[in-house]
């Protein structure tokens, strides 16, 4: 039988790992690592990205509830096939959320098969949008108008003017600056 490995997080700088520490030490995890980091992405999460290279089969990843370990169901179930590929099971101590057990797995399933139902959702009404968008003669399929005067930038540039100083006196970015310019010598 495996360990169990603790993984608790929170958002802010100012938030308190206490409860969420005493959670998993009740819940029989030696090893538990802490990380105070955004929840949105993987990215900047050095502590999860450790724990869970160090997991092996028949370990068990535990947390207080999925929302610690991620924020969007695309992450969870990306962590979830990554554990289930290595032979490692998900706890939550506060959720029904063990895919060790039959009843822990469908509970995941389910939120993976309503998480997929809202992005469908989502697709539809966008599609919807656009058709009618097309309907009125508003949507061009182009993305939208640009805002950047190129010809102003053109001209300016003509000037001798840097891309600072054009980017300063149009109040736009000197990436758009350069971006206007670029596509004028790609045309």
Not at 29 to 53: D, V, Y
Not at 90 to 97: D, N, R
Not at 144 to 170: F, G, H, Q, W, Y
Request: proline residues 2%; aromatic residues 4%; contains cysteine.
């Amino acid at each position: 039988m495996g360990g169990l490995y603790g993984y608790v997080r929170v958002s802010t700088a100012g938030q308190d790992l206490t409860v969420q520490r005493a959670s998993l030490k009740a819940a029989g995890c030696t090893i538990i690592q802490e990380e105070k980091a955004p929840g949105a992405a993987r990215q900047g999460k050095g502590e999860l990205a450790s724990l869970l290279e160090f997991l092996q089969a028949g370990d068990t990843l535990v947390v207080t509830r999925i929302d610690r370990l991620a924020r969007s169901m695309r992450d969870l179930l990306d962590i979830v096939r990554f554990l289930k590929g290595r032979g490692i099971s998900l706890k939550a101590t506060e959720q029904p959320i063990d895919t060790a057990s039959a009843a822990g797995k469908a509970f995941l399933d389910m939120l993976g098969v309503f998480a997929e139902f809202e992005t469908n959702l989502r697709r539809e009404r966008q599609m919807e949008g656009i058709a009618e968008a097309k309907a009125k003669g508003v949507y061009a399929g182009k993305g939208r108008k640009p805002t950047v005067d190129r010809e102003a930038v053109r001209r300016l540039r003509a000037e001798n003017k840097r891309p600072s100083a054009i980017a300063k006196e149009l109040g736009i970015s000197r990436a758009s600056v350069y971006r206007s310019l670029a596509e004028v010598t790609n045309a």
